[in-house]
């Protein structure tokens, strides 16, 4: 089984909200996106599991000194892991050692958005 954060992947533990971030994004395309993560913290309560996937050039906004590193660290105080797609990581030129503090990493966005909604994940795309 493969490992988030040293979080396993897959296994059916317990549900949650995935949501999928893909393409080129804009610092304040992104920024609302992880608003929109923080509101469903709220509305959902501190037990649902809430992921936010970047897959796609938009992986260069979570490179450490990236202008939205205080969105970033907001989400993730609320309990929203934030991960970056390795695959994408490499196609931007960047490397796991490269993201912001905080930021995970899955080997495949695809693969684990597969995987999430096996478990019994809901999914968004906004």
Same mark, same amino acid.
């Given at each position: 089984?493969?490992?988030?954060?040293?979080?396993?992947?897959?296994?059916?533990?317990?549900?949650?909200?995935?949501?999928?971030?893909?393409?080129?994004?804009?610092?304040?395309?992104?920024?609302?996106?992880?608003? %929109?993560?923080?509101?469903?913290?709220?509305?959902?309560?501190?037990?649902?599991?809430?992921?936010?996937?970047?897959?796609?050039?938009?992986?260069?906004?979570?490179?450490?000194? %990236?202008?939205?590193?205080?969105?970033?660290?907001?989400?993730?105080?609320?309990?929203?892991?934030?991960?970056?797609?390795?695959?994408?990581?490499? %196609?931007?030129?960047?490397?796991?050692?490269?993201?912001?503090?905080?930021?995970?990493?899955?080997?495949?966005?695809?693969?684990?958005?597969?995987?999430?909604?096996?478990?019994?994940?809901?999914?968004?795309?906004?």
């Amino acid at each position: 089984m493969a490992a988030v954060d040293g979080a396993p992947v897959g296994g059916g533990a317990g549900r949650g909200l995935l949501i999928h971030a893909v393409g080129p994004l804009e610092e304040d395309a992104l920024s609302d996106i992880l608003r %929109s993560a923080t509101n469903a913290r709220a509305a959902l309560g501190p037990e649902a599991g809430i992921e936010m996937v970047i897959q796609g050039p938009g992986v260069r906004l979570l490179a450490a000194g %990236s202008p939205a590193i205080s969105a970033l660290e907001d989400a993730r105080q609320l309990g929203v892991r934030v991960l970056a797609c390795g695959n994408s990581l490499r %196609s931007a030129g960047l490397e796991e050692a490269d993201v912001a503090a905080g930021v995970g990493t899955v080997p495949a966005a695809i693969a684990h958005l597969a995987q999430r909604q096996w478990d019994g994940w809901a999914y968004a795309r906004p």
